[in-house]
């Protein structure tokens, strides 16, 4: 076992076990027993989180990557010693909130720029302000210095940008002129060009020696650009937008040539890697992210804060990621063996299905890539057998009950059929006028129900499979996903424009019951699935509750048809475990109340619904989860481990570990909080 990978790696017990070196980083650890394991090198993909009590404004490294600074709502500045993550001191001075941070390249002194208006430099080695650089009205929104260290360059709401001397703080010139706030200002890799960006979408550039405007580039039509980055190389410009989007353009040609979706919210902060291969983003969602600069692909989910994530930067080195948030915390994210893994495999798309094989025994799950996999539905190890469906990129999936057919679509009206275990094509199911949004096999397997972007619902008869009959036609409606009941007597059809559910009476061709949600933490139904005894409906949503069970009390005597029991359904409370949209849900065929989630952060999460005895009281919980983006160690024994770094130590313990007597690398010992 030494040295092995188990990244994203669920249950199990590892007494006396030999953990040299293996990468745990995202494994699902709780509750197991890690007695006398020898730890020496263990990466475990976190490192402790630091409480700084009020809102995080700004953090940064210092270029020889010893020093960390972190600025609060309150004024001061914490410098922490980025070896042990042991406060070093704390800068204080400004009045009012401090909005931006950046080091000296000698790694000997630190600017900070506040709402009061000013810049001050501060020596690392004293925490003494060695210089005040004052001219701005109104709060300093960013500095950033040269490359050589000559100059620094600050930004205002005054709508200025300005550049001192860095060695003896003298303005050197205002360039004037914006007409509009400047939010941000960095200098590019050569040091020869500065960049500001505005709140209105503009960013400009600046020759340093003259002072005279370099350009001009327009940030696209994505709408509001909340921050934006240069790459090392000085080739990029990233841009990060009030809803989520991400843009990089050429600087040269001053083109986009990359963008995607990257949170659900708005984009809070951007940053490019030192070698600018990855780009790490971070969202009011409360999550980070980090992508394939090359091509946009999701490299990790990082989670843990509770509050928008206004600040994230890379570590010196690249194998870093620090998150800054409202939270009052600052998490630190290793990411070595992550971007290894993303080198040499790279990484399928987002998961857009789950399903569990016939026997309960293995969980599917089928890619935006069009690739199918299958796992261990007990500890979640993957088996090895990897299909890869020659049809690109894939919308939507959904696997026949027998499990020997796959049905996709890549945004278009059709839906193809194919052989799951060869990949060999079979028929086109073509009648929709416009993009598939769902759909779905009937228990019995010989039918398929499908919506579509056209607001129509239709059966098709797979014996026929020509043009499918028309079950609903409504312009109000709008049905986004469905499913069937397991008798196939009821369709449930969610719809994308309201929170509300539909149950299809397909026998008498009538809505014949209506679950619906009042609040608005939900948002158009995404996914639905009935369980295999009928009285349980899962379905999920966007917004921050995106998944809802259903339950169905027991029926009383006489009655017996489904269509009878409107008052029957009530909403029963889900864990808030997601960090995304959920793509899919699906039911365990022959484990009572247990589902499987996807999501489109690339997680899959397994859950047991604990029925109290009464069947009306019911408690969720997680089982175990793939790609979960942290460390899961509620429960954790460490007793008597030999070898553990310290700073892991606090990791284990801050994530609910139980230390008893652990021997760390040093031979400190790690107790528990």
């Given amino acids: 076992m030494p040295r092995a990978d188990l990244s994203d790696f669920d249950p199990a017990q590892f007494q006396e076990a030999d953990l040299a070196g293996i990468n745990l980083s995202r494994s699902w650890l709780r509750e197991a027993d890690f007695s006398r394991a020898r730890e020496e090198g263990v990466q475990f993909g976190e490192l402790p989180h630091l409480e700084e009590y009020d809102a995080v404004r700004s953090c940064c490294y210092s270029p020889n990557g010893m020093l960390f600074a972190v600025s609060r709502d309150i004024g001061e500045v914490t410098l922490y010693n980025s070896l042990t993550w042991e406060i070093i001191k704390g800068l204080r001075g400004h009045r009012g909130k401090i909005n931006d941070l950046v080091f000296s390249p000698d790694s000997r002194r630190l600017a900070s720029a506040g709402d009061d208006g000013t810049i001050r430099v501060w020596g690392c080695e004293s925490g003494e302000a060695l210089l005040v650089l004052e001219g701005h009205i109104g709060k300093v929104s960013s500095v950033t210095v040269s490359p050589c260290g000559k100059y620094l360059a600050s930004a205002s709401v005054d709508k200025t940008v300005r550049m001192w001397s860095f060695e003896t703080g003298v303005m050197l010139s205002i360039l004037k002129d914006y007409g509009e706030v400047v939010a941000r200002v960095e200098f590019t890799a050569g040091g020869e060009q500065l960049v500001s960006g505005s709140e209105v979408e503009i960013i400009r550039f600046c020759d340093v020696q003259t002072g005279e405007p370099a350009g001009m580039l327009w940030a696209s039509n994505y709408g509001e650009v909340k921050c934006f980055a240069v790459s090392s190389d000085g080739l990029r410009i990233a841009f990060g937008y009030r809803r989520g989007a991400v843009q990089l353009q050429d600087i040269t040609t001053r083109s986009p040539n990359l963008d995607f979706q990257a949170h659900t919210g708005d984009i809070l902060d951007i940053a490019f890697s030192p070698n600018s291969k990855w780009i790490a983003t971070s969202g009011s969602d409360t999550t980070v992210r980090v992508w394939d600069a090359t091509n946009g692909a ?275 409370p889900m864990p808030k475990g997601f960090f995304d949209t959920v793509t899919s849900i699906t039911w365990n065929p022959v484990k009572p109340l247990e589902i499987v989630t996807s999501s489109q952060d690339r997680s899959v999460r397994v859950w047991r619904i604990l029925d109290h005895g009464d069947g009306r009281h019911f408690t969720v919980r997680m089982l175990w989860g793939i790609n979960l983006g942290r460390l899961h160690m509620s429960g954790l024994v460490i007793g008597n481990v030999t070898g553990l770094e310290p700073v892991y130590g606090r990791v284990l313990v801050e994530g609910g570990g139980v230390a008893e007597s652990c021997s760390v690398k040093e031979g400190t010992p790690v107790s528990e909080k």
């Fill in 298 to 572: 999701l490299i990790s989910v990082l989670s843990g804060h509770s509050l928008d994530v206004d600040v994230v930067l890379f570590s010196p080195d690249g194998l870093q990621v620090s998150s800054g948030s409202r939270d009052g915390t600052v998490r630190l994210w290793d990411l070595t063996s992550t971007l290894s893994n993303a080198e040499q495999q790279g990484y399928s798309g987002r998961v857009v299905a789950v399903a569990y094989s016939p026997d309960g025994e293995t969980v599917i799950t089928g890619s935006e890539d069009g690739s199918v996999r299958r796992w261990c539905s007990l500890w979640g190890s993957e088996d090895g057998r990897v299909l890869e469906l020659p049809t690109g990129k894939v919308k939507l999936m959904a696997l026949s009950p027998d499990r020997t057919q796959v049905a996709t679509t890549n945004a278009e009206s059709m839906i193809c059929l194919r052989n799951l275990q060869t990949g060999a094509p079979g028929p086109i199911l073509d009648g929709h006028s416009d993009d598939v949004l769902a759909f779905a096999y009937s228990p019995c397997g010989r039918w398929i129900a499908s919506s579509g972007q056209d607001n129509s619902v239709r059966l098709w008869d797979l014996h026929n499979v020509e043009q499918g009959h028309v079950l609903v036609k409504a312009d109000t409606t709008s049905p986004s996903t469905l499913t069937y009941s397991p008798t196939d007597q009821l369709l449930a059809i969610g719809t994308a424009n309201r929170n509300s559910i539909h149950l299809w009476d397909l026998e008498n061709d009538e809505s014949v019951v209506h679950l619906g949600l009042s609040d608005a933490d939900s948002e158009g139904v995404k996914c639905i699935a009935f369980s295999p005894c009928g009285n349980w409906i899962a379905s999920g949503y966007t917004g921050d509750n995106p998944v809802r069970l259903w339950h169905r009390r027991r029926l009383q005597s006489g009655n017996s048809m489904e269509k009878d029991q409107v008052e029957s359904w009530r909403s029963v």
